[in-house]
Nanobody, 125 residues
Framework: QVQLVESGGGSVQSGGSLRLSCAAFGYSYSSPLCMGWFRQAPGKEREWVASIDSRGRASYLDSVKGRFTISQDNAKNTVYLQMNSLKAEDTAMYYC??????????????????WGQGTQVTVSS
């Protein structure tokens, strides 16, 4: 069973950068068809941030375009989220997710079957 472990969260000032990592363990017969990053701020719903498919095609939430970059290292079974020019509104718990079933990347959390435990990102203004 696939397990996802996030790391790299922390506290930064507005304008700063962080790089989140998501290491995947336990692949058996197939790799994820799509990997995604979601975030959830207190009192708000979980929000899709970015995703990348097995061909390396990436998609982003409009509010993070040009600031965040999702990438993957297949040799290390790791997905990254480079976050630059961070803003206070980026503050949230960030989750990595794997879609093992659907052959497309979705913005819906319902399309992802495996989730990490989350890593907190706090941006102070």
């Amino acid at each position: 069973q696939v397990q996802l472990v996030e790391s790299g969260g922390g506290s930064v000032q507005s304008g700063g950068s962080l790089r989140l990592s998501c290491a995947a363990f336990g692949y058996s017969y197939s790799s994820p068809l799509c990997m995604g990053w979601f975030r959830q701020a207190p009192g708000k719903e979980r929000e899709w941030v970015a995703s990348i498919d097995s061909r390396g095609r990436a998609s982003y939430l409009d509010s993070v375009k040009g600031r965040f970059t999702i990438s993957q290292d297949n040799a290390k079974n790791t997905v990254y989220l480079q976050m630059n020019s961070l803003k206070a509104e980026d503050t949230a718990m960030y989750y990595c997710a794997a879609n093992m079933v659907y052959d497309y990347c979705s913005m819906s959390y319902l399309s992802y079957q495996r989730w990490g435990q989350g890593t907190q990102v706090t941006v102070s203004s």
